[in-house]
């Protein structure tokens, strides 16, 4: 069963503005890892935020975590049309082994 | 470095033709495994993940099976496939956190 389930579904910008993606999951967790597919291509891990963790970044990535809300937000600022792609979150089981993905965004950045 | 290794990369089967399909990583060893399912536009389904050599766990009943014959290889087959097993098959590895490395995937069709 899906755990993460992430909004919106599909998001068109333009180039250079910040895209927003959120997520939502069920049970508790220990960490939330957020990916990135090309179309037809394998996930690319992008972040991990641990459960004591609030705001994490990695260049133009920001996520947020709030675990009261059992929600997480992924931002990329400055948007380019090479990062249309699908940014899926992903979610751990209590016993660590595994990894249950959302349906994930579809973003399309116009150049 | 590690990589992983999936193939074919296409394939195209009639209903009722068995299946397999074959993941290897490199520059790792006891790595936890796992296959995932992708239907077109949607998110991942976990299917198998195994922890170790011959110990397989099932998420999904269905008339697909896993193996693991070695340490680094995982193999997913079906004696009889269905209209319904199309779809984006990725193999995943994880070493000692949750951070999962994705293969190039196989897209099978069904027809």
């Known amino acids: 069963s899906q755990q993460g389930e992430e909004d919106p579904q599909a998001l068109s910008i333009q180039e250079g503005e910040n895209a927003t993606m959120n997520c939502s999951y069920k049970?508790?967790?220990?960490?939330l890892q957020w990916y990135r597919q090309n179309s037809g291509r394998g996930l690319v891990h992008l972040i991990l935020?641990?459960?004591?963790?609030r705001e994490k970044h990695s260049g133009r990535l920001r996520v947020t975590l709030d675990t009261s809300k059992k929600s997480s937000s992924l931002l990329i600022t400055a948007s380019r049309a090479a990062d249309t792609a699908s940014y899926f979150c992903?979610?751990?089981?209590?016993?660590?082994?595994?990894?249950?993905f959302g349906a994930g965004t579809r973003l399309f950045v116009k150049a | 470095s590690q990589t992983i290794h999936q193939w074919p990369a296409t394939l195209v089967q009639p209903v009722g033709s068995p299946l397999s399909l074959e993941c290897t990583v490199e520059?790792?060893?006891?790595?936890?495994l796992y296959w995932y399912r992708q239907a077109a536009g949607r998110g991942l389904q976990l299917l198998f993940y195994?922890?170790?050599?011959?110990?397989i766990s099932s998420e999904v009943p269905q008339n697909l099976s896993a193996s693991r014959p070695q340490d680094r290889q995982f193999i997913l087959s079906s004696k009889k496939l269905l209209l319904s097993d199309s779809g984006f098959y990725l193999c995943?590895?994880?070493?000692?956190?949750?951070?999962?490395?994705f293969g190039p995937g196989t897209r099978l069709t069904v027809l």
């Open positions: 995943a590895w994880s070493a000692l956190g949750p951070h999962l490395l």
């Open positions: 049970t508790s967790i220990n960490n």
């Open positions: 935020i641990r459960s004591n963790e």
């Open positions: 992903a979610t751990d089981d209590t016993g660590g082994f595994k990894t249950i």
């Open positions: 520059g790792t060893s006891n790595p936890n």
């Open positions: 195994s922890v170790g050599i011959g110990q």
